[in-house]
């Protein structure tokens, strides 16, 4: 990973922390990782009480697409094994819990394009 796209991911990730707070989210832990696997964000809703394991993923133009479709089947496989990992570590039991994805496209001398999309894997 090159140094810029590390430093856009993790403005990218800095934005979605904003946005979840500012919609009453409590962020429990960033940047979980277990393996060579990583969840970005995991949140508790406030309205739900969920735990919200989040995918964060940015980009800087559309060279490769929207971020969005950078959620394969796969990426999508390894974050619910990550999530239940982090659920066994932890001794959660029982516990509501979804999927959401935040993107952001960053736009030269605009405010980002910010998405967030809850329970984005059912």
Do not use: W
């Not at 946005?19 to 970005?40: A, H, P, Q």
């Not at 919200?52 to 959620?71: G, Q």
Request: with cysteine.
């Amino acid at each position: 990973m090159s140094i810029k796209s590390k430093k856009t991911g993790e403005e990218g990730e800095n934005l979605a922390v904003e946005l979840l707070t500012s919609k009453g989210y409590e962020i429990v832990k960033r940047n979980y990782r277990f393996g060579k696997g990583e969840i970005d964000i995991i949140a508790r809703d406030p309205e739900t009480g969920y735990l919200v394991f989040v995918e964060v993923k940015s980009r800087e133009n559309l060279e490769y697409d929207l971020p969005e479709y950078a959620i394969t089947r796969n990426k999508i496989r390894q974050i619910k094994k990550i999530a239940g990992l982090y659920l066994f570590e932890n001794n959660i039991q029982n516990a509501d819990c979804r999927f959401d994805v935040v993107t952001i496209l960053f736009r030269e001398n605009l405010k980002p394009d910010i998405n967030h999309y809850i329970n984005a894997f059912n």
